[in-house]
Structure formats: C-alpha cells, structure tokens
C-alpha cells in the first residue's frame, strides 16, 4: 500500500478520482463504499481510497504478464493516474517520500 499526498488545489474527494481512473484506465471501475477497485495491463488489481486528504493506493501486478510493451504502457498510465490524481510529478512523489521517512 502507498501513501501520496495530494497538492494544494486537488480535493480529497472520490468522485473526481473516479474520473481520473477512467481517464487513466479504460475498463470497468467497481465502487466499494469509499474505495475503487480495477484492472488494467499488468496490474491485476488496483485499488484507492481517500483518507485523511491522502491518496492510498495499492496494486498487484499480474505475473503472468511477460509482454514489455505491456509492462511499459501500464506503468505509464499508472505514472499518469498519480500524477493527475495527486497533482505531483514522480520527481516530487520521490522528494515527498523522502521528506516523510527524514520526518519520523
């Protein structure tokens, strides 16, 4: 499970991530209460949820998947989603992350 903060501006709010899921990963969203769950590519599930005004998001890749052009596109759309999700690019997911571990 990973935790990202989102920037100021980008509500905490679960509908507007539904959206983005949709942008992201074209397929079926299922809706669990406050959590989205999919599939897309090599990850055999996806799953978010907002809590506290921050993004949780957990995947599983899927194995048996062994095309690296599969590989590549999923991991561009999930760089995508998280971007458009939480409003920071991968440079500043990393420097946020380190910031977080320096903290406790």
């Known amino acids: 499970m990973q935790l990202y903060k989102l920037k100021r501006g980008f509500k905490p709010d679960i509908d507007r991530i539904y959206s983005v899921m949709e942008e992201c990963f074209p397929g079926e969203i299922s809706r669990n209460g406050e959590s989205l769950e999919t599939s897309y590519g090599a990850m055999s599930n996806i799953k978010v949820r907002i809590e506290n005004k921050m993004l949780y998001v957990d995947t599983v890749s899927d194995k048996a998947v062994k095309d690296d ?6 991991n561009k759309a999930f ?4 971007y458009k999700a939480t409003g920071y690019t991968a440079k500043e997911r990393l420097k946020n992350a380190k910031k977080e571990v320096g903290e406790e």
């Open 69 to 74: 052009e599969t590989v590549l596109q999923t």
């Open 79 to 82: 760089r995508d989603f998280l």
